[in-house]
């Protein structure tokens, strides 16, 4: 996984639990593009994603259907910029 640039995991199921283990993942650093459209991953998976030490090269990050808030959306927009994000 060392070299994994894009990750989609659409509809998944996914939660905050696992976006937090996601970007916890030193071996996802490499990472530039996230996919985690319709995953029930709520502001808290927001908010890992923002707090992840990994995560700072994301160029494409996908959370439409996420439930992520419209200040989380903000505050990752201000992050990684209008144009990576879509929410």
């Known amino acids: 996984f060392g070299r ?3 990750l989609a995991l659409c ?3 996914a939660t905050a639990a ?3 283990a996601l ?3 030193p071996h996802l650093a490499r990472l530039r593009s996230l996919n985690l459209y319709a995953n029930p ?3 808290a998976g927001g908010r890992a994603i923002l707090a992840s030490r990994h995560w700072g090269g994301l160029t494409e990050l996908h959370l439409v ?3 992520i808030g419209i ?3 903000n505050d990752l927009r201000w992050v990684y910029g209008d144009q990576a ?3």
């Open 65 to 67: 259907g996420c439930g």
């Open 18 to 20: 696992g976006v937090e």
């Open 41 to 43: 991953i709520g502001p």
């Open 4 to 6: 994994l640039e894009r």
């Open 11 to 13: 509809e998944n199921r």
């Open 71 to 73: 200040e989380v959306a």
């Open 85 to 87: 994000i879509k929410v």
């Open 23 to 25: 970007a916890a993942a």
